[in-house]
């Protein structure tokens, strides 16, 4: 009994796979070593290189290879194994910056014995430390933000979500966690910093949470305790971030039952997203953040 039971787990987890490869048009595969450890670095990996409808990464943590499906009208085996390394995994074509390897959990700090590049000669694989030095700030380099960075809209769309809130508006909140929610489903990873990536992968999950449990709640205190918890995070990216004003870190010491709660604000001038019209003056600026044309 055991054993048909591990059986049709395979088959299910094997129909799953083809059910989502399935979904990518003009699908093309291919397998490349990335190196990893555990259970952590699998999900990190998959979740990486994955683009809904576009890419599939499945990674095996015992052969360390990963099989690529893509369409190729849409991206490129470069580009998903570029994400992967931004996201901590090297690669047969990219090196992970040394930071980004640095902040991968002990368990996930694999052995870096690849170097990418490799180039075939004959039957042999001849591999040159200097290419291997060349991947590395290639990666490096374009993954520097463009003139606005990636996040800026995210960053918008969160000071619409805080002046619902300073409102007390439950209804607009609702909505506008919505269109938060959305617009962080587009951001494109491969286009965002070594640091704003290393912190977006760290994040992402618990934003998408918190926001989505704004979105779908009517009742008030539940979104702003929601709030309080996505503000957070959104801290931690935009201290990594290029944003085009200044932005205020703020702090509400009576909400929580006194254990108080931030907030990001591009005025200086304080309205409390946790309290609104009855204490709109309530706290104080703990930290101002210049902008990037300010640095």
């Not at 998903?80 to 980004?100: C, H, M, S």
């Not at 769309?157 to 962080?184: N, W």
Request: with cysteine; aromatic share 6%.
């Amino acid at each position: 009994m055991k054993s048909q039971s591990n059986i049709m787990m395979v088959v299910a987890v094997l129909l799953s796979n083809i059910n989502s490869f399935a979904q990518i048009k003009n699908a093309i595969t291919e397998t490349v070593h990335v190196s990893g450890n555990c259970g952590m670095c699998k999900k990190t990996i998959e979740e990486a290189g994955s683009s809904k409808r576009i890419a599939e990464v499945k990674w095996d943590d015992k052969a360390l290879q990963a099989t690529l499906v893509y369409n190729p009208e849409k991206t490129n085996a470069d580009e998903i194994l570029k994400r992967i390394a931004l996201a901590g995994y090297d690669n047969e074509k990219y090196l992970t910056p040394d930071e980004v390897y640095a902040k991968l959990h002990v368990c996930c700090q694999y052995e870096r014995t690849l170097n990418p590049a490799a180039k075939k000669n004959g039957s042999e694989m001849e591999v040159e430390e200097s290419h291997a030095r060349h991947a590395q700030v290639n990666l490096q380099e374009s993954s520097l933000p463009q003139k606005e960075s990636q996040l800026q809209a995210v960053v918008d769309r969160y000071f619409h979500l805080k002046d619902a809130l300073v409102q007390s508006d439950a209804v607009v909140a609702s909505a506008k966690a919505m269109e938060l929610a959305a617009t962080i489903k587009t951001v494109e990873m491969n286009q965002l910093s070594t640091e704003e990536h290393a912190v977006w992968m760290q994040v992402l999950k618990s934003l998408t949470t918190h926001v989505e449990g704004i979105a779908q709640s009517k009742d008030l205190s539940r979104q702003r305790e929601a709030f309080a918890l996505f503000s957070d995070e959104m801290y931690k990216l935009v201290k990594v971030s290029e944003h085009k004003t200044t932005i205020y870190y703020q702090h509400c010491p009576m909400f929580n039952d006194g254990k108080g709660a931030d907030w990001l604000s591009k005025d200086s001038v304080i309205k409390n997203p946790y309290y609104g019209s009855k204490m709109l003056g309530c706290g104080s600026t703990t930290e101002k953040i210049e902008s990037s044309a300010n640095e």
